[in-house]
């Protein structure tokens, strides 16, 4: 119990604290014009009130990534803790705070051109290729877990409710896609924002008020799977960095921030849109490993129980009925809105690629109906099997960390560049270097199994897997070096 309100306390201190020094590094310019301003065209390019969009950008990363993932990761036990707290103040709230503004500073680019400006044009090319990709899947995963939670709340038994949920959802993603974001997005938004807070606030309540709060383990750093001998995935290190996503650092969390990069009014709202939005998404992690690990004890058990049995049916007992379908709401309302501006993301990542204006309604239809056409087939492709919705969730959550890994290594090349403290970036980066590299070595559905095949053991895989990931962070730390101080022309905007 101590534990979770502790890591409570430190989020919210990180972002008073550590916030204002990430802020303090950037330098914003309060009096400058931003492209909400400068660039309006009522389509993307709209500005907004902070508040709204502080609420707009918590629903666009809060997709299952913090919900899903902190119940899977609760499985380790109390260790999940300590990697959101420190993970989100020290790296994932620095990543959105460092690509939102460096966004701003470039006229709303996308993520993957702000990746081309500071790393070069081989990293640009690969960045527009993997940022889609990503959200493409993201869209996929987002379109079907919702419907799961739906299901498993309303008609467990009925195939034809899921399949009707799913056409509605998809129909929902298409004009959201498509409308300008004040028309839809930032009507709605607001009101999801709102029952989603309501639902935390209501779990965590009645955590306490059932005493279940006392059954939380307090903080250790051992791990607690009870698989951790004879599964090589159910390592702390770095697989529990893999599963709790979104609720720690979360490159998805790039791709959203332009969007509202272009909404926002003024500069000094950055670090209260972008830091806080990741502090918030990182306090409903906590309260949802807290909530798995209270009413269902999950920690140290042979099995996980499903995630979305533990959402639908931690809610209802909680909260009852009312209460129940209000949290369950929140909870449906996060991969939704974190859906729907995937594929607006994806759509505005390819036109910004080529330069494409998307202004006119038949520009963005052509760039959308594609990409929903690969998503419904996806769609369709994961619903086939169990087995195939986790492939696709596993490879989301890899190229989620590893497209955290690029923006921290952009951010820092931008930092370096202007003279400015890069380690704010420059840590976090080197470290999820190795996360992410380790884990492509040692995951079943990565290279696992073939140097497995090398090695002619898991303990050997494991060992191999963290040491390139070492070798490729201490390589690209001593790249680094020369970017440091070095002001090209033409190619930092400070």
């Given at each position: 119990m101590i534990s979770f309100i502790i890591g409570v306390a430190a989020l919210i201190l990180g972002y008073l604290v550590y916030g204002k020094i990430a802020e303090k590094i950037f330098v914003v310019k309060p009096g400058a014009k931003t492209p909400a301003l400068r660039l309006s065209d009522g389509v993307d390019f709209v500005p907004m009130d902070w508040k709204k969009t502080v609420l707009i950008q918590l629903l666009n990363i809060a997709g299952t990534g913090p919900i899903f993932g902190a119940i899977a990761g609760a499985l380790f036990g109390p260790a999940a803790f300590a990697w959101i707290v420190f993970g989100c103040i020290f790296a994932g709230a620095v990543h959105d705070y460092f690509c939102g503004m460096l966004s701003v500073r470039h006229d709303g680019a996308s993520i993957s051109e702000i990746v081309g400006k500071y790393l070069g044009r081989g990293p640009l090319y690969i960045m527009r290729v993997f940022s889609v990709v990503l959200l493409i899947f993201v869209g996929v995963v987002f379109v079907t877990t919702p419907a799961q939670v739906l299901r498993t709340m309303f008609a467990p038994e009925s195939v034809t409710f899921y399949y009707i949920v799913l056409a509605a959802i998809i129909a929902y993603y298409i004009l959201a896609t498509l409308l300008p974001i004040d028309?839809?997005?930032?009507?709605?938004?607001?009101?999801?924002?709102?029952?989603?807070?309501?639902?935390?606030?209501?779990?965590?309540?009645?955590?306490?008020?059932?005493?279940?709060?006392?059954?939380?383990?307090?903080?250790?750093?051992?791990?607690?799977?009870?698989?951790?001998?004879?599964?090589?995935?159910?390592?702390?290190?770095?697989?529990?960095?893999?599963?709790?996503?979104?609720?720690?650092?979360?490159?998805?969390?790039?791709?959203?921030?332009?969007?509202?990069?272009?909404?926002?009014?003024?500069?000094?709202?950055?670090?209260?849109?972008?830091?806080?939005?990741?502090?918030?998404?990182?306090?409903?992690?906590?309260?949802?490993?807290?909530?798995?690990?209270?009413?269902?004890?999950?920690?140290?058990?042979?099995?996980?129980?499903?995630?979305?049995?533990?959402?639908?049916?931690?809610?209802?007992?909680?909260?009852?009925?009312?209460?129940?379908?209000?949290?369950?709401?929140?909870?449906?309302?996060?991969?939704?809105?974190?859906?729907?501006?995937?594929?607006?993301?994806?759509?505005?990542?390819?036109?910004?690629?080529?330069?494409?204006?998307?202004?006119?309604?038949?520009?963005?239809?052509?760039?959308?109906?594609?990409?929903?056409?690969?998503?419904?087939?996806?769609?369709?492709?994961?619903?086939?099997s169990t087995k195939n919705f986790n492939i696709i969730w596993r490879y989301f959550a890899w190229s989620n960390q590893t497209l955290a890994t690029i923006g921290l290594w952009a951010a820092s090349a931008y930092l370096a560049k202007t003279g400015k403290n890069y380690w704010i970036t420059l840590v976090p980066a080197a470290f999820m270097t190795v996360v992410v590299t380790s884990y492509f070595f040692t995951a079943n559905e990565c290279l696992g199994p073939l140097v497995t095949g090398i090695t002619g053991s898991a303990n050997a895989t494991y060992t191999v897997g963290i040491v390139i990931g070492l070798a490729l962070s201490l390589l690209l730390l001593l790249l680094f070096v020369p970017l440091i101080g070095v002001k090209q022309k033409n190619s930092v905007k400070d």
């Amino acid at each position: 119990m101590i534990s979770f309100i502790i890591g409570v306390a430190a989020l919210i201190l990180g972002y008073l604290v550590y916030g204002k020094i990430a802020e303090k590094i950037f330098v914003v310019k309060p009096g400058a014009k931003t492209p909400a301003l400068r660039l309006s065209d009522g389509v993307d390019f709209v500005p907004m009130d902070w508040k709204k969009t502080v609420l707009i950008q918590l629903l666009n990363i809060a997709g299952t990534g913090p919900i899903f993932g902190a119940i899977a990761g609760a499985l380790f036990g109390p260790a999940a803790f300590a990697w959101i707290v420190f993970g989100c103040i020290f790296a994932g709230a620095v990543h959105d705070y460092f690509c939102g503004m460096l966004s701003v500073r470039h006229d709303g680019a996308s993520i993957s051109e702000i990746v081309g400006k500071y790393l070069g044009r081989g990293p640009l090319y690969i960045m527009r290729v993997f940022s889609v990709v990503l959200l493409i899947f993201v869209g996929v995963v987002f379109v079907t877990t919702p419907a799961q939670v739906l299901r498993t709340m309303f008609a467990p038994e009925s195939v034809t409710f899921y399949y009707i949920v799913l056409a509605a959802i998809i129909a929902y993603y298409i004009l959201a896609t498509l409308l300008p974001i004040d028309k839809l997005i930032g009507r709605i938004y607001p009101v999801f924002g709102a029952c989603l807070l309501i639902m935390a606030v209501g779990l965590t309540v009645m955590m306490f008020v059932s005493g279940e709060i006392t059954r939380i383990p307090e903080f250790s750093l051992v791990n607690l799977r009870p698989d951790k001998g004879s599964n090589i995935m159910a390592h702390i290190f770095p697989f529990l960095f893999i599963t709790i996503a979104c609720g720690a650092i979360s490159g998805f969390h790039a791709t959203q921030s332009p969007m509202m990069a272009r909404c926002l009014k003024n500069e000094a709202e950055g670090r209260k849109v972008f830091y806080l939005a990741m502090i918030l998404e990182g306090i409903i992690a906590m309260i949802w490993a807290a909530v798995t690990m209270a009413h269902f004890n999950v920690v140290g058990a042979e099995t996980a129980v499903a995630a979305p049995v533990i959402v639908t049916k931690s809610s209802t007992d909680y909260m009852g009925l009312v209460g129940g379908i209000l949290a369950v709401f929140g909870v449906v309302a996060c991969p939704i809105t974190s859906g729907d501006t995937a594929f607006r993301s994806a759509r505005l990542t390819i036109a910004d690629g080529l330069k494409f204006d998307q202004r006119p309604i038949k520009n963005r239809l052509a760039v959308a109906l594609p990409l929903f056409a690969v998503g419904i087939l996806l769609v369709l492709f994961s619903l086939s099997s169990t087995k195939n919705f986790n492939i696709i969730w596993r490879y989301f959550a890899w190229s989620n960390q590893t497209l955290a890994t690029i923006g921290l290594w952009a951010a820092s090349a931008y930092l370096a560049k202007t003279g400015k403290n890069y380690w704010i970036t420059l840590v976090p980066a080197a470290f999820m270097t190795v996360v992410v590299t380790s884990y492509f070595f040692t995951a079943n559905e990565c290279l696992g199994p073939l140097v497995t095949g090398i090695t002619g053991s898991a303990n050997a895989t494991y060992t191999v897997g963290i040491v390139i990931g070492l070798a490729l962070s201490l390589l690209l730390l001593l790249l680094f070096v020369p970017l440091i101080g070095v002001k090209q022309k033409n190619s930092v905007k400070d």
